[in-house]
């Protein structure tokens, strides 16, 4: 269990600041997706068989050479170069979780978290944010190629059928959940006020994120 306060999580995912310090969403999802990644171990290692995705399509994401770096580093890095808010977070988390409903053969692994992780944290990043940095930066800040990164994206994409919109009460919800990681009891919920204009932001950026592809690479 994480030695975090859920009052203090809380007051991270909901509120915002001019120079934000690092996000205790940040640890959380960390923590969530490497405990993720063992019991997928645990699981390939009883029934030994290799982590590799059935489906080629989500084999995108695989890296010839894994990253030395741990979750929580690379995650911690990615915010501090792009200082994205704590509910770009909180929507690649639930594009990961909808990614491997729509794909159970898809499995979290070492060698493919971190393209994942930046993939979902970019295109979140254009859906949840108004502003936002090119691919080319994202590239820079994942290790990756512009041209890579690009790649991923459209991918990402087409594999989630272009359905990224997400709504006030799964927000809320992904965000009990991560609250519960912290506190045994449960989350809290989130006030009316930000409810609203949480719903009236996200309805607003997809359609002018992804009004149209080729938009997408630069």
């Not at 009052?7 to 915002?16: A, E, G, Q, V």
């Not at 794909?103 to 944290?121: A, E, G, M, Q």
């Not at 006020?193 to 607003?204: D, W």
Request: with cysteine; aromatic share 10%; charged share 25%.
């Amino acid at each position: 269990m994480l030695n975090i306060s859920p009052r203090k999580l809380r007051s991270d995912l909901y509120s915002h600041h001019d120079e934000p310090d690092m996000p205790l969403v940040v640890s959380v999802l960390a923590a969530l997706i490497e405990r993720h990644m063992a019991r997928n171990e645990r699981v390939s290692h009883n029934s030994r068989r290799v982590l590799v995705s059935k489906d080629a399509r989500t084999r995108v994401f695989d890296a010839l050479e894994a990253p030395d770096m741990t979750i929580q580093s690379f995650l911690e890095r990615i915010f501090r170069y792009t200082k994205a808010g704590p509910s770009v977070y909180v929507v690649a988390y639930v594009y990961i979780d909808r990614l491997c409903q729509n794909y159970p053969d898809f499995k979290i692994s070492p060698s493919n978290v971190h393209r994942l992780l930046i993939t979902t944290i970019m295109v979140s990043s254009k859906y949840v944010e108004d502003m936002n940095y090119r691919n080319s930066y994202f590239a820079r800040v994942g290790g990756l190629t512009t041209k890579e990164m690009n790649k991923l994206e459209v991918d990402f994409l087409f594999l989630m059928g272009f359905k990224l919109h997400v709504n006030v009460s799964v927000f809320e919800s992904y965000c009990c959940h991560l609250e519960r990681e912290v506190s045994i009891g449960g989350g809290y919920h989130i006030e009316r006020a930000l409810r609203c204009a949480e719903e009236i932001k996200l309805s607003q950026c997809v359609d002018k994120r992804y009004g149209q592809i080729a938009r997408i690479t630069l």
